[in-house]
């Protein structure tokens, strides 16, 4: 079983960027076939897949982001970051740190961390 | 993009009463090995996301067999045989064949009546 555990700033401004970690801790060695995504949801709206970073390294993001993120991976410690440049307050929401299979993608999330962009 | 489609988008069930929601997909999710990567999740007020389904019809560990997902193609089912209590929240279906972008629905909130 993996846990994952979101880390970083609650407010930040706008047209600034962020940056949060996910945090993975297992019961068990983690094969090396897994995605590793970041999702996110607006308050009171649905979920929006944001990227993924495959244990290869090779990267996938969603197009509607325009180029502002950027998914890393850390073999040394098993951790995964986020970074969302430019930032707006239509950036504002949850978001979750998930992995699944390559297959189907998704599996376990992390908790969420809520992520205000207001001046 | 793969446009998901759920529906009902809110559902109201009496406690022991069967439920259902369908997700139709914009194009099929068979992928080249045969296999359609539609995922079934329930997120409870406040909570994360849970895995329910994966690959269409396979229950995730520790899911209660009330819950059976069925479908392929561009139409698939969430069953609930008999609504409990846990059961509210919303449920959303995700697709993981065609990407970039992965997709999910819109969301279906069961509540009980």
């Known amino acids: 079983q993996v846990q994952l555990q979101e880390s970083g700033p609650r407010l930040v401004k706008p047209s600034q960027t962020l940056s949060l970690t996910c945090t993975v801790s297992?019961?068990?060695?983690?094969?090396?076939?897994?995605?590793w995504s970041w999702v996110r949801q607006p308050p009171g709206r649905g979920l929006e897949w944001i990227g993924h970073?495959?244990?290869?390294?090779?990267?996938s993001y969603n197009s509607s982001l325009e180029g502002r993120v950027t998914v890393s991976f850390d073999a040394s410690t098993n951790d995964f970051s986020l970074i969302l440049t430019s930032l707006t307050a239509a950036d504002t929401g949850v978001y979750y740190c998930?992995?699944?299979?390559?297959?189907?993608?998704?599996?376990?999330w992390g908790q969420g961390t809520l992520v205000t962009v207001s001046s | 993009d793969v446009v998901m489609t759920q529906s009902p988008l809110s559902l109201p069930v009496t406690l022991g009463q069967p439920a259902s929601i369908s997700c139709r997909s914009s194009?099929?999710?068979?992928?080249?090995?045969?296999?359609?990567?539609l995922s079934w999740f329930h997120q409870r007020p406040g909570q994360s996301p849970r895995r329910l389904i994966h690959?269409?019809?396979n229950r995730d560990s520790g899911v209660p067999d009330r819950f059976s997902g069925s479908g392929s193609g561009t139409y698939f089912t969430l069953k609930i045989s008999r609504v409990e209590a846990e059961d509210v929240g919303i449920y959303y279906c995700?697709?993981?064949?065609?990407?970039?972008?992965?997709?999910f629905g819109q969301g279906t909130r069961l509540e009980i009546k």
């Open positions: 998930a992995t699944g299979d390559s297959g189907s993608k998704i599996g376990s």
């Open positions: 297992s019961d068990s060695f983690i094969s090396g076939d897994y995605c």
């Open positions: 970073i495959h244990e290869s390294g090779r990267t």
């Open positions: 194009q099929s999710l068979v992928y080249s090995d045969g296999i359609s990567y």
């Open positions: 690959k269409a019809s």
């Open positions: 995700m697709q993981g064949t065609h990407w970039p972008p992965i997709t």
